[in-house]
């Protein structure tokens, strides 16, 4: 079964803080892996894509990924109030249409 | 980023009818787009995968037959809730997978429906 698992949280942090955000899945020939931001009632945003093993950054935000672990992290520095959201891991797995399946998502609450 | 366009945003429907939501992609073709549910403090659950001119893929447990989904056109897909019963209420999000570029499965999401069934 294709799984990916991630903590709900709720995880706060205070504003300023780095936020670390885990995430593992199941299908070791996963290749593309995607965070997505989703405020209430929203529908979830991009904010990073990673395909290679090692650390990807952009901006206050960088992705790790470890393949031999199947583990995916984000990391949001200096993190804001406006960063509170759930976070949605996506794995992009082996086979079929590229379809993404997501965890569950784990909440961010940064406090000023 | 690509735009994709989710029609209605809201709707409340009465127990019995049928409810459509359109998904547009604005500025690139779609040839694959996805439909996905969720429900409140979920996550996404993929219903199903349409391809522009072929009958769609229902994954595990989703009725074909009450969730109808068409893909036309390379930039519109439909979702169509038929006999929607309270248990349906849910948030509906469309997302569609771009015609051209690397096949890194980056999805590009409509702004959801949400259906209430009275």
């Known amino acids: ?112 | 980023g690509a735009v994709v366009s989710q029609h209605p945003s809201r709707v409340i429907c009465k127990s019995g009818t049928s409810v459509k939501i359109e998904c547009r992609s604005l500025d690139f073709q779609a040839t694959t787009m996805f439909w996905y549910r969720q429900f409140p403090k979920k996550s996404l659950m993929l219903m199903a995968t349409s391809n522009e001119g072929s009958k769609a893929t229902y994954e595990q447990g989703v009725e074909k037959d009450k969730f109808l989904i068409n893909h036309a056109s390379l930039t519109l897909s439909t979702l169509t809730v038929t006999s929607a019963h309270p248990e349906d209420s849910s948030f509906y999000i469309c997302s569609a997978k771009g015609s051209g570029g690397s096949n890194t499965g980056e999805l590009f999401f409509g702004e959801g429906s949400r259906l209430t069934v009275l």
Request: proline share 4%; with cysteine.
């Open chain 1, 1 to 112: 079964q294709k799984e990916v698992e991630q903590n709900s949280g709720p995880l706060s942090v205070p504003e300023g803080a780095i936020a670390s955000l885990n995430c593992t899945y199941s299908d070791r020939g996963s290749q593309s892996f995607f965070w997505y931001r989703q405020y209430s009632g929203k529908s979830p945003e991009l904010i990073m894509s990673i395909y290679s093993n090692g650390d990807k950054e952009d901006g206050r935000f960088t992705a790790q990924l470890n393949k031999a672990s199947q583990y995916v992290s984000l990391l949001i520095r200096d993190s804001q109030p406006s960063d509170s959201a759930t976070y949605l891991c996506a794995v992009n797995f082996s086979g079929g249409y590229n379809k993404l399946i997501f965890g569950a998502g784990t909440r961010l609450a940064v406090h000023p």
